[in-house]
């Protein structure tokens, strides 16, 4: 069974200070990797989806990094408006032609205050 | 439109009430996926469609859970009599692709309270 864990559960920056979420990850033949920031009250929003290990991806103050085992959102300098959950997911091989289901984690909150 | 659409945003129901959610997925999109999110947990997947076969329901929960997608384009999840337990957020995904590079996008989803 695909399993994905997220670190820590809740975290608090000041506004600048640098610094790196976990996810943590089980899956037989990944397909993908995916990134998604969710503010209260909204659907998840689409960051990253990263494929294979080595590979990196960035966006603004976010970079994305990917292993076998886990993947990193690293964030540089943070402002207050980067406050939201961060979730992680993952998508494992299927048959081919068809897509597979995303197994979620279950998320970081991120206050980042001034 | 140019995002996943999904309605009614909010749903107040009795308990024993039948209710249908609509998703409109971003257009020309084939793959789309129904997920349940409580308070504080990530999405749970339920089912997935590849245009209008349902390849995947093994997340429906019970035999009330019910979603259809019969042009391949529109879809609704309907849930019968409604329980206290189905309160969460019902999230509506699609993608372009099947396999290989593509993204999955949400819509905002309908939010399910069951009085």
């Known amino acids: 069974e695909d399993q994905v864990t997220q670190s820590p559960e809740a975290l608090r920056l000041q506004e600048g200070e640098s610094s790196s979420l976990n996810c943590s990850y089980t899956?037989?033949?990944?397909?993908?990797l995916f990134w998604y920031r969710q503010d209260p009250g909204k659907g998840p929003e689409f960051l990253f989806t990263?494929?294979?290990a080595g590979e990196e991806k960035e966006k603004e103050r976010l970079k994305a990094t990917l292993t076998k085992k886990e993947s990193f959102l690293h964030i540089t300098a943070p402002k207050p408006e980067d406050s939201a959950t961060y979730l992680c997911?993952?998508?494992?091989?299927?048959?081919?032609?068809?897509?597979?289901?995303?197994?979620f984690g279950t998320g970081t909150r991120l206050q980042v205050t001034l | 439109g140019a995002g996943v659409s999904q309605s009614p945003r909010y749903k107040v129901a009795k308990r024993g009430q039948d209710v249908a959610l609509r998703c409109d997925p971003i257009s020309g999109h084939v793959s789309l996926f129904w997920y349940q999110q409580a308070l504080g947990q990530g999405p749970e997947f339920l089912t997935y469609?590849?245009?209008?076969?349902?390849?995947?329901k093994s997340g429906l929960p019970s035999d009330r859970f019910f979603a259809e997608r019969p042009e391949g384009s529109v879809s609704t999840l309907k849930i019968q009599r409604t329980q206290q337990e189905d309160s969460a957020v019902y999230l509506c995904a699609s993608s372009a692709g099947t396999e290989g590079p593509f993204s999955i996008y949400f819509g905002e989803g309908s939010w399910l309270t069951v009085v």
């Open positions: 997911a993952v998508q494992a091989g299927a048959y081919k032609g068809t897509a597979s289901k995303l197994t």
């Open positions: 990263l494929y294979s």
């Open positions: 899956v037989s033949g990944l397909r993908g």
């Open positions: 469609f590849q245009n209008e076969a349902q390849l995947d």
